[in-house]
């Protein structure tokens, strides 16, 4: 199970990051910093397309800065936990709190960039790039799905982990109230010493054991010839 959950987390993670730099490369490609061939006078003026205005430059920037912060953020939490050995202990719980903020991240961002897109859409004369300004929207759904997903995992990853330590000291427990701490256990050698004292008499006596004269020899010691 420990090794399916880290499986389903690197697969989430490469998928939330391929889909932020998708929602980052259709919006610098198709929807931001593209000039107006209709006016010579405007070919130095760039426009973005993905709201109602394409003057306005905003929602490409923050479209920009959304995909950004949540690339760098992934790939700065990855490198902390691998260089101070998994928060030393505390990785899931940072993965499950990162991983709620930035679903929520991405939801709000879904909102505002619907918003935007269907102004745009509807706006006349129409503004083109539609299918791109839906492109992203999707993109930015897709992406906090993913985080949502990546977050039930780190729950499940930290349910498993406090399961097993439950169990552990549940065994402990039962070990010690049958008073057989592992310590006080017997090793392998003394049992095999043991064994062998117990299988061969003539060696009780020099383990610590008595050794008693047989009767019948003693009966006859005693029963000899008087001088």
């Given amino acids: 199970m420990k090794a ?5 987390v690197a697969i989430l993670s490469l998928l939330q990051i391929g889909t932020a730099v998708a929602v980052i490369a259709i919006t610098a490609v198709n929807l931001g910093n ?14 973005c397309l993905a709201s109602a205005d394409p003057k306005n ?13 949540s690339i760098v953020l992934t790939i700065i939490i990855g490198l902390l ?9 505390c990785g899931k719980i940072m993965d499950a709190v990162f991983t ?30 539609s299918d791109w300004r ?19 995992v780190h729950m499940l990853r930290i349910g498993f982990s ?8 549940g065994a402990q427990g039962d070990v010690e109230k049958a008073g057989l701490r592992p310590e006080s256990r017997p090793s392998s050698a003394a049992v095999e010493l043991g064994r062998e004292v117990a299988a061969r008499p003539y060696m009780l006596g020099r ?20 001088i």
Wanted: with cysteine.
């Fill in 4 to 8: 399916a959950t880290a499986c389903l």
């Fill in 34 to 47: 593209v000039q107006s061939f209709q006016d010579v006078l405007k070919l130095n003026q760039k426009f």
């Fill in 57 to 69: 430059m905003s929602v490409c920037t923050y479209i920009y800065a959304v995909g950004a912060v």
């Fill in 81 to 89: 936990q691998l260089i101070t050995c998994n928060m030393c202990g």
């Fill in 100 to 129: 709620v903020l930035a679903c929520a991240w991405w939801l709000v961002a879904g909102f505002i960039t619907a918003a935007h897109a269907k102004a745009a859409n509807s706006a006349r004369p129409a503004i083109p790039g």
């Fill in 134 to 152: 839906n492109a992203v929207v999707l993109l930015c759904w897709v992406t906090s799905g993913l985080f949502g997903a990546l977050f039930v």
């Fill in 162 to 169: 406090c399961c097993r330590k439950f169990s552990k000291k």
């Fill in 207 to 226: 383990y610590g054991g008595s050794k008693q004269p047989a009767a019948g020899s003693a009966g006859s010691y005693l029963s000899g010839p008087n």
